[in-house]
């Protein structure tokens, strides 16, 4: 099948043979999103971006990102205006709150419709990415073309079925996904392909990190490493999705 321009990044992710084609994707993702914000073309500067970026705000792991990024002044002109949105809101919320009277029953069981309104506005600021809102938007355009691909590209259907699965969190959006977009034939052979994989893929990691176990017996001490200096994380990701903030591991293993 003749590639697209809409199918060429997940064709590459699929070909990097990574532990999980769609956690290669996020960090890729991820990484043009922090560039588009805080890089060179300076969109932070936009006052349409800014508006944006005032209002959503960013997740505590987003704003951990883009201080590493390292654009000091692009982080304060954001935080700056972002601030000064937080504090109007944060007035008005005050100003309007009013505690509700507890009762006997009330403190040990919440009444529906008692939520604190100052507790509720501050879940949904922390609830609110800008970066995480992108993401999460272009996540559900692969996840199309994933199944675009699967029904139409035997091909990339082959790489799936013979590489090395997913993490669990992408896999379970799969699944979700699957009986969405897919006939129950359809669904039938998606499940057949990929379940054989999931399984045999998650045996690999756990016979390697139980090697690496092994290892540390001092008569294997001369033993070949054989796959297992690297199945701590390679597990986390299987199974936690992503890489871990090791700085030490290659992200381009």
């Known amino acids: 099948m003749k590639e697209q321009l809409y199918t060429i990044p997940l064709n590459d992710a699929v070909n990097a043979q990574d532990e999980c084609p769609f956690c290669f994707i996020h960090r890729s993702i991820e990484q043009d999103l922090l560039d588009f914000v805080l890089g060179s073309g300076s969109s932070y500067m936009e006052a349409d971006i800014r508006e944006q970026t005032d209002k959503a705000g960013f997740c505590r792991y987003h704003f951990q990102k883009m201080f590493d990024y390292g654009n000091t002044l692009g982080n304060a002109w954001i935080l700056k205006t972002h601030y000064q949105r937080m504090i109007r809101e944060m007035q008005q919320e ?133 796959n297992s200096k690297d199945a701590i994380q390679r597990g986390m990701q299987k199974l936690k999705g992503g890489y871990p903030a090791d700085p030490a591991y290659k992200m381009s293993k």
């Open 94 to 226: 005050f100003a309007s709150f009013r505690p509700g009277k507890s009762s006997l029953l009330g403190k040990f069981k919440k009444a529906e419709g008692s939520e604190n309104t100052i507790g509720m506005w501050i879940r949904a600021k922390e609830d609110s990415c800008y970066i995480c809102s992108q993401y999460k938007d272009t996540y559900e355009r692969y996840l199309d073309t994933f199944f675009y691909l699967w029904k139409n590209d035997e091909s990339f259907r082959n790489k799936i079925i013979n590489g090395k699965g997913f993490c669990l969190p992408h896999f379970g959006d799969l699944c979700e996904a699957a009986g969405r977009k897919l006939s129950d034939k359809e669904k039938q052979e998606f499940y057949d392909g990929l379940l054989p994989v999931m399984e045999a893929n998650m045996q690999r990691i756990s016979e390697d990190v139980s090697w690496l176990v092994e290892k540390f017996d001092y008569r294997n001490k001369d033993a070949d490493w054989k």
